[in-house]
């Protein structure tokens, strides 16, 4: 009776093992198959000092995994227990659970896209970082504060902006983490804006060595470029197609050399933090540095972010005697050499659009 006892209880042992064998080996097998489908994926958090088992359970309630036991095993065995790190990470459907403790292993953070258009201003920027959760608006603008570009600008930009750095955040399609750094924010969009500054300056030295416009009255090389960086933001907030740039350009560049107010629109709208309605005659009045109709010349600081094509443009401004231009209904720019033209042209501008 006692050897068939302990032959039972052997038998049972042995089925049991394999049994937990089996179902052991469906679960290693599982971990190398995606646990879901292709419309699946969330965001997940992993905290500074998480342990495994904390974010084992993060899995279990998300559905990735039905439990933390073979997940625990894992991490100890590969090592990953110790490693897997704090961010924020994009778990998709198509992943196994293998490849998303790798991912959290190697610190592969979930990469948020933030778009810069052209014509953005640094509140827009921290406006939008903090809209996705890069950074506060408030730390970012501390950021740029701090950074003192061009060291001659004194005017405070409207909004608490750093008028000194407004300019040379380059508009692109950048990539963060959550809760980035703003310094690194900074330097991205900055260096960036410096590389694409180089290209352009060695293709204006080709077409001419020396004597353009922003080379005048030696001027060092920081103010040459602060020159072009502020009238590539009016005209990048002026121009609405690319081929009339160089051509609006050349309109500004002449009107400074014979010491005519640049009498631009779009410096009024940035010193009133109002791009929403047209100017009336009395906005023309306000009492404000960047009013290019009371003051001659530039304004003293930039007033957006300009893109490749605006910097081009001021850069190397076309060869033109125009002094005037406005822009029509289409979008498109008609210029002229005279006050009398320009004037015309405003009069049959204002009786095609009666007629409509």
Not at 122 to 130: C, F, M, N, P, Y
Not at 180 to 203: A, C, G, P, V
Not at 272 to 288: H, K, V
Request: proline share 3%; with cysteine.
């Amino acid at each position: 009776m006692r050897k068939i006892a302990i032959r039972t209880i052997g038998a049972i042992v042995v089925a049991a093992a394999v049994v937990l064998g089996i179902m052991a080996f469906m679960e290693y097998r599982s971990w190398n198959k995606p646990w879901g489908t292709a419309d699946q994926q969330f965001n997940i958090e992993i905290s500074e000092g998480m342990n495994a088992r904390q974010i084992g359970n993060l899995l279990v309630e998300n559905g990735v995994l039905k439990n933390t036991t073979l997940f625990l095993i894992l991490a100890d065995l590969r090592g990953f227990g110790e490693k897997l790190k704090a961010g924020e990470y994009l778990v998709k459907g198509t992943q196994s659970p293998y490849e998303i403790v790798e991912m959290f292993a190697e610190g592969k953070n979930y990469l948020r896209s933030l778009v810069v258009p052209e014509g953005f201003t640094q509140i827009d920027i921290a406006k939008a970082l903090e809209g996705l959760q890069v950074c506060k608006k408030e730390d970012f603008l501390k950021e740029c504060l701090s950074r003192n570009i061009f060291k001659f600008v004194v005017v405070q930009a409207p909004g608490g902006a750093n008028a000194a750095c407004e300019g040379i955040l380059f508009p692109d399609t950048y990539f963060f983490i959550k809760n980035q750094e703003t310094e690194r924010i900074f330097d991205r969009m900055s260096n960036h804006f410096q590389k694409e500054w180089e290209k352009i300056l060695e293709d204006a030295f080709k077409i001419k060595a020396n004597g353009w416009w922003w080379q005048e009255g030696g001027a060092s090389e920081s103010q040459q470029t602060h020159r072009v960086v502020v009238l590539a933001s009016i005209i990048e907030k002026e121009a609405k197609h690319d081929e009339d740039r160089p051509l609006i350009a050349s309109v500004f560049v002449n009107r400074m050399k014979k010491n005519m107010p640049l009498q631009a629109d779009s410096t009024i709208h940035y010193a009133l933090e109002d791009w929403s309605r047209s100017l009336q005659l009395s906005d023309l009045e306000f009492d404000s540095p960047y009013n290019t109709y009371k003051n001659v010349g530039l304004p003293p600081a930039a007033i957006c972010n300009p893109g490749e094509a605006s910097l081009r443009a001021a850069a190397m401004p076309a060869d033109s005697e125009y002094l005037y231009f406005l822009t029509m209904k289409d979008g498109s720019a008609q210029f002229s050499m005279t006050n009398e033209d320009h004037i015309k042209l405003k009069i049959e501008m204002k009786r095609q659009k009666g007629a409509e």
